[in-house]
């Protein structure tokens, strides 16, 4: 069964830190770009935001501007996850935190990724 889990989430304060796992079963993430996205409580069913995403062989990275400088992304294909570390956490990143794959490139769209977790929730508090 083909199935991607979220893990890591948590309460933190501002300015803390937290490191998310996107784990894969049933698949090989390895050819996939991993994408993460985040989804504020507040605004459910409002379009997912793309934060970062990572190439098969995480030789290429890219960062949202909301979060560039302090998340970083990476990836273990012998693991078979991608991880996100998060730095200098800011209320306005509380939010529902996804993984998601795509074939071919990363790409903003949503829309355009393939499998999905469950997502993970991170707040951060003032």
Not at 27 to 35: D, T
Not at 69 to 75: A, D, K, P, V
């Amino acid at each position: 069964q083909v199935q991607l889990v979220e893990s890591g989430g948590g309460l933190v304060q501002w300015g803390g830190s937290l490191r998310l796992s996107c784990a894969a079963s049933g698949f090989n993430l390895s050819s996939y770009y991993i994408g993460w996205f985040r989804q504020p409580n507040q605004a459910p069913g409002k379009e997912r935001e793309g934060i970062s995403c990572i190439s098969p062989n995480g030789g290429s990275t890219i960062y949202a501007d909301s979060v560039k400088g302090r998340f970083t992304i990476s990836r273990n294909n012998v693991k078979n996850t991608v991880d996100l570390q998060m730095n200098s956490l800011r209320p306005e990143d509380t939010a529902l935190y996804y993984c998601a794959t795509r074939r071919y490139n990363c790409h903003r769209d949503e829309r355009t990724y393939d499998y999905w977790g469950r997502g993970t929730q991170v707040t951060v508090s003032s």
